[in-house]
């Protein structure tokens, strides 16, 4: 009767099971990084990020509701099961990694600085002086290579990408330090004549789809379905709706 007791509790703890008997996955996420995730003008959030939920729930059987989140508190929404899984573009570090687990990365990232005009062809290093201004996102691995980096300039923060970005197209900052693929779609959209982009990578970032610990049914089920995805041409086909380069 204990060792039933003990198999039922496990069967409970599976965050996949529990998808499975509610007949939803929930994801949550936080629109805002294109072309991970964002609203289009209906207000929809769509992205690759999307997509690949999607995918995800199709191949569990069940429907997919997001969970949009600040990203703020995205990590403890996940602790206190308001959602099953982030999928939100989320870096792999070793901090995080010490309260969730991560599957496989999904695609690899890095930091890189979406600059004023005047700064093109420079060097990250040539920006980190007194006179200049770097922006950057709250609570990103872009504010921890920021402040890991900058030493002399002035730091910025904000909660948005877009309100970062935004004091870079106005003038009113030199430099944000952000994940290369928002930089890219930035710059394409809004920089030709008022921004450049120093495009070497500064950081080295995995990204993974975190889920709780303790929950070796879901991780196992998760790097199988990447293995999947990657290898029989349906990831290729989703990163190709969304990355052009
Ligand atoms: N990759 C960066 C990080 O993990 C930024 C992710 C931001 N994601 C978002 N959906 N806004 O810190």
New binding site residues.
């Given amino acids: 009767l204990n060792a039933m007791a003990d198999d039922i509790n496990l069967w409970q703890k599976s965050t996949l099971n529990s998808i499975v008997q509610k007949g939803v996955l929930t994801v949550g996420?936080?629109p805002?990084?294109m072309p991970?995730?964002m609203k289009d003008k209906q207000g929809n959030i769509i992205g690759f990020d999307v997509d690949i939920a999607n995918e995800m729930a199709k191949a569990m059987g069940v429907k997919l509701q997001l969970v949009p989140t600040a990203?703020d508190g995205i990590i403890a929404g996940l602790l206190t099961g308001k959602y099953d899984i982030i999928i939100?573009?989320?870096?792999i570090t070793q901090e995080r990694n010490l309260k969730i687990n991560f599957a496989n990365p999904y695609i690899t990232v890095g930091q890189t600085i979406l600059a004023n005009k005047k700064h093109a062809g420079k060097k990250w290093s040539d920006l980190d002086k007194p006179e200049y201004t770097i922006v950057t996102k709250i609570g990103?691995?872009g504010e921890i290579a920021t402040r890991k980096m900058f030493k002399k300039a002035k730091i910025r923060t904000f909660e948005t990408?877009a309100d970062a970005a935004q004091e870079v197209l106005n003038g009113n900052a030199d430099g944000m330090v952000y994940?290369k693929p928002y930089n890219a779609i930035f710059f394409a959209e809004k920089g030709a004549d008022k921004l450049a982009h120093l495009s070497d990578e500064l950081t080295y970032?995995p990204?993974g789809f975190a889920i709780r610990k303790g929950d070796p049914d879901f991780l196992n089920w998760l790097d199988n379905f990447l293995n999947q995805t990657k290898n029989d041409g349906t990831y290729k086909k989703i990163y190709d709706r969304w990355f052009t380069e």
Avoid: A, H, I, P
């Fill in positions: 996420l936080e805002g990084y991970f995730e990203w939100s573009g989320m870096t990103v691995t990408e994940d970032e990204l």
